[in-house]
C-alpha cells in the first residue's frame, strides 16, 4: 500500500469513522483514484485537502465509498423464496417478526420486504430497521421516491398497490415507509442489536477483507434469535457457515444454530 494511499485511508478514518482498511483494497483503491483523477488532483494528499474544505466532495467520496447500487426485487427470484418459504417458516414461530435490512442504500430493499411481508400479515405488525452507513443516502430513502429504472423487477400488481406516480418518479405509499426506521450504522464500528427474526445483508460483503467479513458474520449471528435467518446477496455465499454458528436453509440463506 503506497504511503500517499495510507495516509488518505487514516485521515478519512478520522474524519468519518470508516476504516478503508478493511475494504479489498484493490477495489476500493480503483474506485477512489478514479474519483480523484476526475476531480483534478494527482495524489491522495491534495485530494483530501479538497475534501476538508468542500461537504459536496466529500459527500461525493462518501457515495463511491459506501457503492449505493439498489432496485426493488433485486434478484427477484431470491425474494420469491423468501415469501415462499421463510416468511412462513418464520410467521409459525411468531406473529410479529423484528427485521434489520442492513447496508440499505437508498431504501428498496426493506420497502421490498415490507411489501412482500404485507401479503402475510398487516403492516402495523411490519418492524423493520433500515441501516446504512451513507446519511445521504438514508436521506433518499425516508422520501421513498424512486426512478423507473429502480423499478423494473416490480410486478406489476405491488406496483399499482404500493407506488404513486408522481411526474416521471414513483412514491412509495405512506402505509409502508412508516413499516420501516431508517438509522446511520456502520457495521465495522457501530454496535449491533439484538434479536432479530431476519437480517438482509446483500451485495455489500463482497467490499470487504475476509477479516472484516469474520467480525461482521459472527455479529449478524449474535443479533439473530435462535433458528433466525440471514439472507446475503447472490455472490456472497457463506463458504464455511458453521464456524459462524449458521447452517444452510436455503440458497444465500443461513438459519442461526438453535441451543
Avoid at 39 to 65: I, K, T, V
Wanted: with cysteine.
Amino acid at each position: 500500500m503506497s504511503q500517499d494511499y495510507l495516509q488518505f485511508i487514516e485521515r478519512v478514518h478520522t474524519k468519518t469513522g470508516i476504516d478503508l482498511s478493511q475494504y479489498k483494497e484493490a477495489q476500493m483503491k480503483r474506485r477512489l483514484t478514479s474519483l480523484r483523477e476526475k476531480r483534478g488532483h494527482d495524489d491522495f494528499r491534495s485530494y483530501f485537502d479538497a475534501l476538508e474544505n468542500d461537504s459536496l466532495l466529500l459527500n461525493e467520496l462518501l457515495d463511491r465509498m459506501t457503492i449505493n447500487v439498489s432496485e426493488f426485487y433485486r434478484n427477484r427470484k431470491r425474494f420469491e423464496v423468501l415469501e415462499q418459504k421463510v416468511i412462513p417458516y418464520l410467521l409459525q414461530r411468531k406473529k410479529k417478526l423484528r427485521i434489520w435490512s442492513a447496508a440499505c442504500s437508498t431504501g428498496e430493499e426493506p420497502y421490498t420486504l415490507a411489501m412482500i411481508l404485507n401479503r402475510h400479515i398487516p403492516l402495523q405488525q411490519v418492524e423493520i430497521l433500515a441501516t446504512d452507513l451513507d446519511g445521504h443516502a438514508l436521506g433518499k430513502a425516508q422520501a421513498g421516491l424512486y426512478h423507473e429504472r429502480s423499478l423494473k423487477e416490480v410486478p406489476p400488481e405491488i406496483l399499482k398497490k404500493y407506488f404513486r406516480k408522481e411526474g416521471s418518479t414513483y412514491r412509495v405509499i405512506d402505509e409502508v415507509r412508516k413499516s420501516v426506521t431508517f438509522k446511520k450504522h456502520n457495521l465495522l464500528a457501530d454496535r449491533y442489536q439484538k434479536d432479530f427474526d431476519l437480517i438482509v445483508c446483500r451485495n455489500v460483503m463482497i467490499y470487504f477483507t475476509e477479516e472484516a467479513k469474520k467480525t461482521i458474520y459472527k455479529n449478524f449471528s449474535h443479533s439473530l434469535i435462535d433458528g433466525g435467518i440471514f439472507f446475503v446477496g447472490s455472490t456472497e455465499q457463506i463458504f464455511s457457515p458453521q464456524t459462524h454458528g449458521f447452517e444452510v436453509y436455503d440458497t444465500f440463506f443461513y438459519r442461526k444454530w438453535q441451543k
